[in-house]
């Protein structure tokens, strides 16, 4: 799997950056009154791979939840998506979720993954073509945040959308509605959009999947420091921060935060930056939605809502959207 923002089993928001754009955001974040980082650079090579051993977590539920639902619920999903469509999934990843789908889609005209990461993107379509060899798979390398182009010879056909994982709630909800409006562009009218959302829920469970009893959400967060240290020429101590998350019921988010351990100053890039004492790094928002929110959403971004599958337990949802 591919980077992607926060437990959003996703693809990033966004390209990976060149040294100095790092510096740049990594100055820009530090310099404001409530320092920051973007989430995009937690997903160097170490990053991913504790991502990859979070969604094992038994804390962390989003993951094998999802899959339940598109298990459980694929023959009627696919059901709503037209015969010889073709299925545009934003920020695909790996194939492991789409396969719920298109062993239900067997008249699927095409398959399009929209990634940032065209090696992997690439790698992932060969792997799918071997295993579904009557399936046209044409990989898109693009950021799914801006508009993009659909693969030559697939326009005036009927076009569906899929964006798992999730990754809705990385986006502050006006962003999240400007993005939904922007696949409601690319996929044209009376396409159908299927997205995972994930839930509100008890605070304890929320706050439980994004900083788990072994430590790894921590390793993972604290990463974005080893990063810097190692690219950008920064000095933080490895002691010098700690993890935190938690659930801003107000904003109906869960927080994640680096913690100074005491009055610092850190240098990057040749800049000293000051941190107080308990002084956090806002490092990344994950909004959980009901399911009457989330739709209120869509269809403010010229979706109507339509059928919502969800696990036994309401952790998670799935909505299909189509476009007005």
Known sequence: MTIKPVFADATPIGPLPDDQTFLDDVVAGFSASRKSLPAKYFYDAAGSDLFEAITRLPEYYPTRTELGILDAAGPEIAALLPRSAT?????????????????????????????????????EADVLRADHPSLRIEPVAADFTRPFALPDGLSGGDVAGFFPGSTIGNFEPAEARRLLAQFGEILGSGARLIVGVDLVKDRAVLEAAYDDAAGVTAAF????????????????????????????????????????????????????????????????????????????????????????????????????????
């Open 87 to 123: 299925l545009v999934e934003f920020g695909s990843g790996s194939t492991v979720k789409v396969r719920r789908l298109l062993r239900h889609l067997p008249d699927l005209g095409a398959y399009v993954p929209v990634d940032v990461s065209e090696s992997f993107l690439r790698s």
């Open 221 to 324: 967060n604290l990463n974005l420091l080893t990063r810097i240290n190692r690219e950008l020429g920064g000095d933080f101590a490895a002691d010098g921060f700690v993890h935190r998350a938690l659930f801003n019921e107000a904003e109906s988010r869960i927080e994640m935060h680096l913690v100074s351990t005491r009055a610092q100053t850190v240098r990057v890039g040749g800049l000293p930056f000051r941190f107080a004492d308990g002084e956090t790094i806002h490092t990344e928002n994950s909004y959980k939605y009901t399911v009457p929110g989330f739709r209120a959403l869509a269809a403010s971004a010229g979706w109507a809502p339509g059928a919502v599958w969800t696990d036994p337990q309401a952790l998670f949802s799935v909505h299909a959207l189509e476009r007005v």
